[in-house]
């Protein structure tokens, strides 16, 4: 995984930018993987795990009517926890899911995730649906994964167009 954080590192310093998290499912995870790469102070702004809704709300501008209508982990909340980072930082990455084992249903079950990466002019959104037999600390490790890889496929997709 800390290929992804290093080439998260690598696009942030080359095109000048900072990154943010706000993170749910992941507990910090992904936050902690960004800042395993030696030098990541010159790019990371602030991270925030925004475990609880009223956090979302507080620290990255998530909707009340947002979360009432669509719920905690939804598309909609993951790209505005994005892109409520973005008073703070350049690029706002976020994650919400359910790890398990407990908090799924049939419409939202344990092992999905959806992660948004939000700049100036983007938001991207990608779903990640996980076995929900996997255990706990293993989802949220391959939720985090995913996260990061999806986070390079947009930063190179958006910072290096004819470059």
């Given amino acids: 995984m800390i290929e992804f954080a290093k080439k998260i590192g690598e696009i942030a310093i080359k095109n000048h930018l900072t990154i943010s998290s706000a993170e749910s499912c992941t507990g910090g995870l992904l936050s902690s993987l960004l800042t395993d790469v030696s030098g990541s102070s010159e790019y990371i702004k602030i991270n925030f795990v925004t475990y609880a809704n009223e956090a979302k709300s507080k620290f990255v501008d998530v909707k009340k009517e947002t979360l009432d209508n669509f719920g905690a982990v939804s598309e909609q ?82 910072y290096t167009k004819g470059k």
């Fill in 77 to 158: 909340t993951s790209r505005e926890m994005a892109q409520g980072l973005l008073k703070y930082t350049d690029v706002g990455i976020s994650t919400t899911g359910i790890a398990g084992p407990t908090g799924g249903n049939s419409e939202k079950p344990v092992g999905l995730m959806y992660s948004s990466v939000a700049g100036k002019n983007f938001c991207e959104t990608k779903k990640i649906l996980l076995p929900p037999d996997t255990e706990r600390v293993e989802m949220k490790k391959q939720f985090t994964k995913e996260a990061l890889k999806f986070a390079v496929e947009t930063l190179e997709k958006q």
